[in-house]
């Protein structure tokens, strides 16, 4: 099963601490074409591989905490069932949301653009990766950060 990394973060909101994770961890398949996938498609920072692993860094630029994405090979002889992660929310440093949908769309993705309430404009694009995960980058436009 996919989860979240162990290591989390807590944040007050509200008065209630809730703990949020900015570190994700994927059991994969096909580790080199999902490492491929993740590096060359979507643009996040190979930090390190193994035989059986690779950890990637969400491109740097958020003022957020980095995130970190883990993919772990399964074991063939594995008997879990594999299910897909219903989504996995990444900040994502993206001046032109609009550039960047068919920057993807352009590798043969279908990718949905969920627009902010407020402005109307494009604030996170949703697509699903080669093993099916549901993956939703929350664009953020560094140009706005202060």
Do not use: W
Not at 40 to 61: C, I, N, Q, T, W
Not at 85 to 105: G, I, K, M, Y
């Amino acid at each position: 099963m996919n989860t979240p990394c162990e290591f989390k973060t807590a944040e007050r909101k509200n008065q209630a601490v809730v703990e949020t994770s900015n570190d994700m961890t994927l059991r994969v398949n096909n580790l080199k074409l999902m490492k491929s996938f993740y590096q060359h498609v979507v643009g996040f920072e190979l930090l390190g591989e193994f035989p059986s692993a690779a950890l990637l860094m969400v491109r740097d630029g958020t003022g957020e905490p980095i995130q970190l994405l883990g993919l772990l090979q399964r074991s063939n002889g594995s008997q879990a069932v594999h299910r897909p992660a219903e989504r996995l929310a990444l900040s994502f440093p993206v001046e032109d949301p609009e550039s960047e949908r068919e920057r993807l769309q352009g590798f043969g993705l279908t990718v949905d653009a969920l627009a902010d309430e407020r402005t109307g404009k494009p604030s996170s694009l949703r697509f699903r990766d080669p093993e099916g995960n549901d993956i939703e980058l929350l664009c953020f436009d560094r140009t706005l950060a202060g």
